[in-house]
Nanobody, 124 residues
Framework: QVQLVESGGELVQAGGSLRLSCAASGRPFSSYGMGWFRQAPGKDREFVAAISWSAGRTYYADSVKGRFTISRDNTKKTMYLQMNSLKPEDTAVYYC?????????????????WGQGTQVTVSS
C-alpha cells in the first residue's frame, strides 16, 4: 500500500508560479515511478508529467513542456511539480499517482495508487 497526500494548490494569476508537493508513505519511496495528472471540470483526467524511480527519466505532456518541471526527493519521500507561466487552461484538480513498475508511465491505467488531489485555479 502507498498513501499519497498532495499540497500546494491555490488560486494564482495567469503568468504566475506554483509548486505542488506529493508526500508518500507506505512502500519504499525509491522503488516506484510517480506521475502527475489533472482533471478539469467536465473533462477526462489527463497526463501532466511522470518521473522514474531514480529520477533518471522524466516525461511531460506537450501542453506543459517547457513550463512545468517534475522532480522527486527520495530522502524526503516527496515528489514535486514546479509550474511556471501558468495559464487559465491549467486550472484543474491535480493528482499525484504511483506506478509500481517504476519506469514513469503516461497512462492512467498504468498507475496503482492515487492521491485525493489539490485544486489549482489560474485566473486570467
Amino acid at each position: 500500500q502507498v498513501q499519497l497526500v498532495e499540497s500546494g494548490g491555490e488560486l494564482v494569476q495567469a503568468g504566475g508560479s506554483l509548486r505542488l508537493s506529493c508526500a508518500a508513505s507506505g512502500r519504499p519511496f525509491s522503488s516506484y515511478g510517480m506521475g502527475w495528472f489533472r482533471q478539469a471540470p467536465g473533462k477526462d483526467r489527463e497526463f501532466v508529467a511522470a518521473i522514474s524511480w531514480s529520477a533518471g527519466r522524466t516525461y511531460y505532456a506537450d501542453s506543459v513542456k517547457g513550463r512545468f518541471t517534475i522532480s522527486r526527493d527520495n530522502t524526503k519521500k516527496t515528489m514535486y511539480l514546479q509550474m511556471n507561466s501558468l495559464k487559465p487552461e491549467d486550472t484543474a484538480v491535480y493528482y499525484c499517482a504511483v506506478d509500481l513498475q517504476g519506469s514513469g508511465a503516461t497512462m492512467t491505467y498504468e498507475y496503482d495508487y492515487w492521491g485525493q488531489g489539490t485544486q489549482v485555479t489560474v485566473s486570467s
